[in-house]
């Protein structure tokens, strides 16, 4: 199953991971599990990534293996890496002030004395 697109059979919205639980002995842990960014691409991404390291990075290697023009590998690690970027970024420091200023919770000049 790809744990980067489940969804929920009933309402439609994204699943969660809430439960680890070992196949050999029957331990498990319940709680929130975060997804790593690799494991959110889609599959073909992800066989994508373990290909490209397993040649360690080679375009070339890529090239013959997928049966692709150099441009080609690099417009899709291009791709991939844009998805990855988005798990990484952070909202800035004044993202929560600005989103008080947006909602009507502070006024413009609250917004500057938090700011500065």
């Given amino acids: 199953m790809d744990i980067s697109k ?3 059979s ?3 919205q994204p699943m969660e991971i809430t439960r680890l639980e070992c ?3 029957g331990v498990s842990t319940v709680g929130e599990f975060e997804v790593p960014p690799l494991a959110r691409l ?3 991404d992800q066989v994508f990534v373990h290909a490209f390291v397993r040649h360690h990075g ?3 290697k890529m090239e013959k293996l997928l049966g692709v023009s150099y441009p080609t590998v690099k417009n899709r690690l291009r791709a991939i890496t844009a998805e990855l970027d988005r ?3 952070v909202p800035s420091a004044n993202a929560a002030i600005l989103q ?3 909602e009507g919770e502070i ?3 609250e917004a500057l004395e938090k700011i500065s």
Wanted: charged fraction near 20%; hydrophobic fraction near 35%; include cysteine.
């Fill in 6 to 8: 489940a969804r929920c």
């Fill in 58 to 60: 080679s375009i070339k």
């Fill in 23 to 25: 196949s050999d002995c």
């Fill in 100 to 102: 008080a200023l947006a």
């Fill in 42 to 44: 889609p599959a073909e």
């Fill in 107 to 109: 006024t413009v000049n």
């Fill in 87 to 89: 798990s990484f970024e």
């Fill in 10 to 12: 009933g309402c439609g």
